[in-house]
Protein backbone atom coordinates (compact mmCIF):
# COMPACT_ATOMS: atom_id res chain seq x y z
CA UNK A 1 0.00 0.00 0.00
CA UNK A 2 1.20 3.40 -1.03
CA UNK A 3 0.22 6.25 1.10
CA UNK A 4 0.09 9.95 0.41
CA UNK A 5 2.20 12.32 1.37
CA UNK A 6 -0.61 13.73 3.81
CA UNK A 7 -1.21 10.11 5.17
CA UNK A 8 2.80 9.43 5.65
CA UNK A 9 3.17 12.99 7.44
CA UNK A 10 0.21 12.20 9.88
CA UNK A 11 1.65 8.66 10.92
CA UNK A 12 4.90 10.66 11.67
CA UNK A 13 3.52 12.91 13.39
CA UNK A 14 1.88 10.82 15.45
CA UNK A 15 4.75 9.08 16.12
CA UNK A 16 6.67 11.55 17.22
CA UNK A 17 4.41 12.75 19.71
CA UNK A 18 4.23 9.04 21.16
CA UNK A 19 8.18 9.28 21.17
CA UNK A 20 8.05 13.01 23.22
CA UNK A 21 5.79 11.32 25.77
CA UNK A 22 7.05 8.40 25.87
CA UNK A 23 10.35 10.06 26.30
CA UNK A 24 9.10 12.49 29.17
CA UNK A 25 6.95 9.49 31.14
CA UNK A 26 10.08 6.91 31.19
CA UNK A 27 12.97 9.41 31.07
CA UNK A 28 11.57 12.12 33.30
CA UNK A 29 12.68 14.87 30.92
CA UNK A 30 10.84 18.48 30.53
CA UNK A 31 8.78 19.22 27.51
CA UNK A 32 11.73 21.28 25.82
CA UNK A 33 14.34 18.49 26.47
CA UNK A 34 12.10 15.64 25.29
CA UNK A 35 11.45 17.56 22.04
CA UNK A 36 15.32 18.13 21.91
CA UNK A 37 15.73 14.43 21.92
CA UNK A 38 13.33 12.93 19.49
CA UNK A 39 13.98 16.03 17.12
CA UNK A 40 18.34 15.68 16.97
CA UNK A 41 18.16 12.17 16.72
CA UNK A 42 19.06 9.31 14.16
CA UNK A 43 15.91 7.63 15.04
CA UNK A 44 13.46 10.62 14.20
CA UNK A 45 15.58 11.13 10.99
CA UNK A 46 14.87 7.50 9.84
CA UNK A 47 11.14 8.31 10.86
CA UNK A 48 10.92 11.32 8.26
CA UNK A 49 12.73 8.88 5.56
CA UNK A 50 9.64 6.67 3.98
CA UNK A 51 11.97 4.12 2.86
CA UNK A 52 12.84 3.23 6.55
CA UNK A 53 8.54 2.71 7.23
CA UNK A 54 9.60 2.96 10.41
CA UNK A 55 6.52 4.82 11.02
CA UNK A 56 4.83 1.92 10.61
CA UNK A 57 6.42 0.15 13.46
CA UNK A 58 4.92 0.61 16.89
CA UNK A 59 5.61 2.98 19.18
CA UNK A 60 7.34 0.73 22.09
CA UNK A 61 9.47 -0.65 19.15
CA UNK A 62 10.76 3.13 17.75
CA UNK A 63 11.97 4.56 21.29
CA UNK A 64 13.76 1.21 22.02
CA UNK A 65 15.76 2.57 18.66
CA UNK A 66 15.98 6.10 20.37
CA UNK A 67 17.03 4.66 23.50
CA UNK A 68 19.86 2.36 21.80
CA UNK A 69 21.47 5.48 20.31
CA UNK A 70 23.04 6.64 23.54
Do not use: H, W
Request: some cysteine.
Amino acid sequence: MTLTEGQFQYMVEGMTADLIRMVMENEGLSMPDAFNKVYNSRTYQNLLNPLSQLYYQSPGYVYTCLCAEA
